[in-house]
C-alpha cells in the first residue's frame, strides 16, 4: 500500500533507519496536561553508504529520468525520487523525498478501472505540488555523503577514470562505496605523462542530528 511504500521510501532519506508511521505524536488536555504520547519505534534496515548511493541515483531519476515532471511542475529542491506504473496503466505512483520530508501518491480508481495515465504524467505532478506547499514549513538543505562512499570522475565510454585527453563530454562523476572504485586509468584515451585524474575523494561529513519533521514543525513537538 502506499503508507507502507512511502515509509521504505523514507528510510532512505534517513540514512538506512526505518521508523514506523505515527497518527499522532501526542496528546494534550486544554490544561496543557500530556494525555498520551506515541513512541518512535525505529530500526536500522541498510547500510548507510549503500543508502546514499541508491539515494544518488534516485535523485538521477527526477533530473534525469521519468520524474522530471516533478521539475518541470516547479519544485527545485534537492529531492529523489521514482515513478511507477502498474500493468495496463491501472494506476499510477509517485514517490519521492528531500532530506528531510518523504511524500507519496498514488492515483488509480477505487474498482481497478483503467487509468490509462503513467506515474510521470498523473502522480510526479501532484507530489510536486505538495513539496512547493510544504516549503515554508522545512529548511531546504542537500544529502550529506557519508565518510564510506568517495566520488569519482569517469569516461563514459570506458567506465575507468579519467586522463587529461579524455573528451569532456566523456566525463561523469559518479558515487561509489569506499574500496570499490575503479582503480584504471581510460585505455581509450591515454596519455602520455602521469593522467591528472580527479581522484576518488570524499566529502567532509558534518555531525547529522536529527531535524524536526514537517508535521512537528506545523503542530509542535
Known sequence: DLLSLTSAYAALANGGFYVE?????????????????????????????ATYILTNILQGV???????????????RP?????????KARDAWFVGFTPTLAAG???????NAKLGLTGSTAAAPIWSEFMKCAEPYYQASDFIPPSGVVFTELDSQS?????????????????FIRGTEPK?????????????????????????????GLWEIIFGE
Open 79 to 87: 529531492a529523489a525520487g521514482k515513478t511507477g506504473t502498474s500493468d
Open 105 to 111: 501518491v498514488w492515483v488509480g480508481y477505487d474498482n
Open 21 to 49: 508511521p505515527r497518527l499522532f505524536t501526542a496528546v494534550w488536555d486544554n490544561q496543557d496536561e500530556e494525555l498520551l504520547t506515541s513512541k518512535i519505534v525505529e530500526k536500522r534496515i541498510s547500510d548507510e553508504s
Open 184 to 212: 584504471n586509468y581510460c585505455p581509450l584515451h591515454p596519455h602520455e605523462e602521469l593522467p591528472e585524474a580527479i581522484l576518488p575523494h570524499s566529502t567532509p561529513t558534518p555531525a547529522r542530528k536529527r531535524s524536526r
Open 62 to 76: 527526477i533530473e534525469r529520468g521519468t520524474g522530471q515532471a516533478a521539475r518541470r511542475s516547479g519544485f527545485s
Open 159 to 175: 567506465g575507468a577514470l579519467v586522463t587529461r585527453s579524455c573528451p569532456p563530454q566523456n566525463i561523469v562523476r559518479e558515487v
